[in-house]
T-cell receptor, first 117, second 116 residues
Framework: EPEVTQTPSHQVTQMGQEVILRCVPISNHLYFYWYRQILGQKVEFLVSFYNNEISEKSEIFDDQFSVERPDGSNFTLKIRSTKLEDSAMYFC???????????????FGDGTRLSIL | AQTVTQSQPEMSVQEAETVTLSCTYDTSESDYYLFWYKQPPSRQMILVIRQEAYKQQNATENRFSVNFQKAAKSFSLKISDSQLGDAAMYFCAYRRQETSGSRLTFGEGTQLTVNP
């Protein structure tokens, strides 16, 4: 069964550094998402992406964050000038959602654990 | 804004027994989707079951079923014949119905322990 893959599984970065988290969505999916989960808290939506542009973003997704689909397969989340509070598990997800198929669920990757020192 | 509430931070069940996890939500919309996701210790998010709000029939997936009460805005998950592998954090989630992708709004989660 096709799945969403994320790399790396664990990223350790010094505060103030830039970090790029990578995701390969399921190949025929059209919508891509990033969520984060701070340890012990609920999963929070960051951003959704469709047709090479952001379709929705949360209040968390400020100028520090950016997303990109640099080629036909990868979907990346860039965090500039990381802060201690950016430490979290970051999940990428994708869904089909084309035409009338709006009931398609989001499929999640295994996550990248980001630790800011 | 939509909110999802899971009032049970922790639940436990004996192996082979049945357990029900509660979820309530708040929305002003009439059409939407509801989901239960499972997060085992490995931290991956696995879809367990989904329900379309326009369907009156409760969704079932093998040992997993839901009790969807639209008027009460309640969406509970029943796990029958619980197995050790069911031990995980369970998240209830809401999504608006629309042709474009929209965010999932998650509850706080319920940590399920299965005792042998």
């Amino acid at each position: 069964e096709p799945e969403v893959t994320q790399t790396p599984s664990h990223q350790v970065t010094q505060m103030g550094q830039e970090v790029i988290l990578r995701c390969v969505p399921i190949s025929n999916h059209l919508y891509f998402y990033w969520y984060r989960q701070i340890l012990g808290q609920k999963v929070e939506f960051l951003v959704s992406f469709y047709n090479n542009e952001i379709s929705e973003k949360s209040e968390i997704f400020d100028d520090q964050f950016s997303v990109e689909r640099p080629d036909g397969s990868n979907f990346t989340l860039k965090i500039r000038s990381t802060k201690l509070e950016d430490s979290a598990m970051y999940f990428c997800a994708s869904s089909f959602n084309r035409g009338g198929y709006s009931n398609q669920p989001q499929h999640f990757g295994d996550g990248t654990r980001l630790s800011i020192l | 804004a939509q909110t999802v509430t899971q009032s049970q931070p922790e639940m436990s069940v004996q192996e082979a027994e049945t357990v029900t996890l509660s979820c309530t939500y708040d929305t002003s919309e009439s059409d939407y989707y509801l989901f239960w996701y499972k997060q085992p210790p490995s931290r991956q998010m696995i879809l367990v079951i989904r329900q379309e709000a326009y369907k009156q029939q409760n969704a079932t997936e093998n040992r997993f079923s839901v009790n969807f009460q639209k008027a009460a805005k309640s969406f509970s998950l029943k796990i029958s014949d619980s197995q050790l592998g069911d031990a995980a954090m369970y998240f209830c989630a809401y999504r608006r119905q629309e042709t474009s992708g929209s965010r999932l709004t998650f509850g706080e989660g319920t940590q399920l322990t299965v005792n042998p």
